[in-house]
């Protein structure tokens, strides 16, 4: 069997998301609604619909539940959607924080 290799994960702001670029990225974010096999997930600098396969367990989210999502890019008629490949629960992070931090980090390229 040929194992076969994912494409890298580019971490970015939503806002920053192109559709027609980015295949694979990790978002950080409020869940800020859900319905079926989908939530919509807001980090400040807009917000995405995810959808997910039945496996996931879509029961562990809450709206208002900080989470991290690593997803492939769809683009849709207007904008974009993420399939989520995996999801975590990172509540107890400080957001705020966070940006500030990933600002630095492409403000200096490390």
């Known amino acids: 069997m040929e194992f076969q290799k994912r494409l890298p994960v580019a971490e ?5 998301i192109e559709p027609e670029k980015d295949i694979r990225v990790k978002i950080i974010g409020k869940v800020v609604g859900l ?3 989908s939530f919509v997930v807001d980090d400040g600098s807009g ?12 029961d ?7 989470i991290k999502v690593i997803g492939r890019v769809f683009a849709s008629e207007n904008s974009f959607e993420l399939r989520a490949e995996s999801l975590q629960n990172v509540n107890g992070i400080d957001a705020e924080l966070l940006k500030k931090v990933r600002s630095l980090e492409r403000e200096h390229n490390v």
């Open 35 to 37: 319905g079926g096999d």
């Open 47 to 58: 917000s995405v619909q995810v959808t997910t396969d039945p496996e996931i367990n879509l």
């Open 60 to 66: 562990l989210i809450k709206v208002n539940d900080s």
């Open 12 to 16: 970015k702001s939503i806002n920053e």
